[in-house]
């Protein structure tokens, strides 16, 4: 039997945990048995945001019974888990400690080894989680809270880093954006969702470094400009919410398409994956998807539950790099997390 690999997700305000069997051959996909999530966004919203102690709390409160529905709906038993993986960074160094110290003790005490996977890595690989798996090469448009960049994946482990933020990501751009029109956390689904009634063209706002010939992306001044509307409108800003976060949505859309379009031209691949939260967004799903029919270019997504964080994309990366003999699990249970 090939090996059954656990993982576990705590890197900020998702607990996720999931059984993935990796495949027997090293040209079989691996395959997700069972995943389980429990997301602390309902915890956090009170405060307008995450907090870290109280993720960290939580996280150790809900890691071990999301184990146990997992192996209850994948039919396993502890005893059978031949590897534990775990997010090691990056995210909150007080939330990634409970993954990664429940991961080494439950590996101790199974006597298997472990696994440290980056989380950034869960996210580039979770389409494989999809029933249309991309193929390699391709253009991977990595869109999350912390991160926004542009890769050319060639193979598991073989990434080359085209282009990056050189101040905000987009999902910090969206969170931000909707801080400033009053929305609550988490910001950028919200904003999406009041996106859907408003006029993308109705405010003129910056696209930063659109045509910059790098890969690079700016977002912090458009929270600025965002912001200089709003206190433009003041009183007025009620009825143009809809109308000014569409606006938003639309110069952050407009960017990431772009840039990725030229990322395509660049590096002459004809295949695009989008993954992190912002991957959420039918926006830039919808425009991404008109643009790269046009070209003969084939997107994929990860299934939309697993756009955030989740479980199976660490599960699935232990998976795909062991069965690449990229990787040696360790039987040595100290541990380090990489909150950077
Ligand atoms: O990948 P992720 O779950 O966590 C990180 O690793 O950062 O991404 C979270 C980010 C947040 O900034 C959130 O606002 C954004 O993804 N996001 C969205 C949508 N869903 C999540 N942004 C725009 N539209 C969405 N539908
Ligand atoms: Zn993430």
Sequence with gaps: MSQLILGIESSCDETGVALVRAGAAQT?????????????????????????????RDHIRRVLPLTEAVLRDAGAQLSEIDVVAYTQGPGLAGALLVGAGVACALAAALDRPVLGVHHLEGHLLSPFLSADPPQFPFVALLVSGGHTQLMRVDGVGRYGLLGETIDDAAGEAFDK????????????PALARLAEDGDP?????????LHSRDLDFSFAGLKTAVLTQANRLGAGLQERRADLAAST???????????????????????????????????????????????????????????????????????????????????DYRFEVRPR
Aim: glycine share 10%; hydrophobic share 45%; with cysteine.
């Design 177 to 188: 954006s909707a801080k400033l029109l009053g929305l609550g956390y988490p910001g950028g």
């Design 201 to 209: 063209a109705a405010f003129k706002l910056p696209r930063p470094l």
């Design 28 to 56: 079989e996909a691996p395959t997700l048995l069972a995943h389980a999530l429990h997301s602390q966004v309902e915890m956090h919203q009170a405060y307008g945001g995450v907090v870290p102690e109280l993720a960290s």
């Design 249 to 331: 949505q639309e110069a952050i859309v407009e960017v990431l398409v772009r840039k990725t379009l030229a990322a395509l031209a660049q590096t002459g691949l004809e295949r695009v994956v989008v993954a992190g939260g912002v991957g959420a967004n039918r926006r830039l799903r919808e425009r991404l998807d008109a643009a790269c029919r046009a070209r003969g270019v084939r997107v994929h997504y990860p299934e939309l539950h697993l756009c955030t964080d989740n479980g199976a994309m660490i599960a699935m990366v232990a998976a795909m790099r062991l069965q690449a003999g990229l990787e040696q699990a360790r039987a």
